[in-house]
């Protein structure tokens, strides 16, 4: 019988190789890419049944790129595997999508657990966390969130050192639309430099 194939993505490859040993007992490897962009790509074109990735990954962290591939096919099934313990990245994952989201300190068990139950079509989420994402009442206010795609993309290379010019380039724009999208953004968190940018996306999970 064929086994279900797996892509991982995770920018630090002796997780990803543990993965491999973990996973290749009862899953078939599509692959291995270190980055959002790549993991697109190799999801577009190995056509994987079920991802997991991680979220904090170089040039486009796994939440936007689920969030891309959602566009292209809405049934892509992706399980976050974190090091993010803040329900609010959990949440957000759900929202875009994501057939799960296990914390890397859990049990190897849970992470098979999420990849089995995305090829049933269900979601898991890691017993640490779900009372708390799916608590009701007044949540405190997710801030990435509520920024568009476009900006957390340009956040995220603002963050990796990226100049205005460098990331117009990559994304087919004009270096004044960049700016604009950087100083828009600067105003709607109250952040008044760079240096503050570059914190909240690290502090935010953006960037590894």
Known sequence: MTKPRV??????????EGLKGLLEE?????????DGRAMVKAARELHPDVIVAD???????????????????????VVFLTMHRDAAYARRALEAGAAGFV???SAPAELVLAVRAALQGRTFIAPDLAAEVFRTGKKEADPV???????REILQLLAEGKSAKE???ALGLS???????????????????SAELIHFAIKHGIVP
Do not use: C
């Open 145 to 151: 969130a509520a920024m568009t795609p476009r900006q």
């Open 26 to 34: 009862e899953f078939e490897l599509a692959g291995i890419v270190e």
């Open 7 to 16: 892509l991982l993505a995770d920018d630090h490859r002796i997780v990803a």
């Open 103 to 105: 914390l890397k300190h």
């Open 175 to 193: 270096a004044r639309t960049v700016e604009d999208h950087k100083y828009r953004l600067m105003e709607s968190l109250g952040i008044e430099n």
């Open 55 to 77: 979220i904090s990954m170089p040039h486009l962290n796994g939440i936007d790129a689920l969030a891309q591939l959602k566009r292209d096919n809405p049934k892509v099934r």
């Open 167 to 169: 990331i117009a380039a």
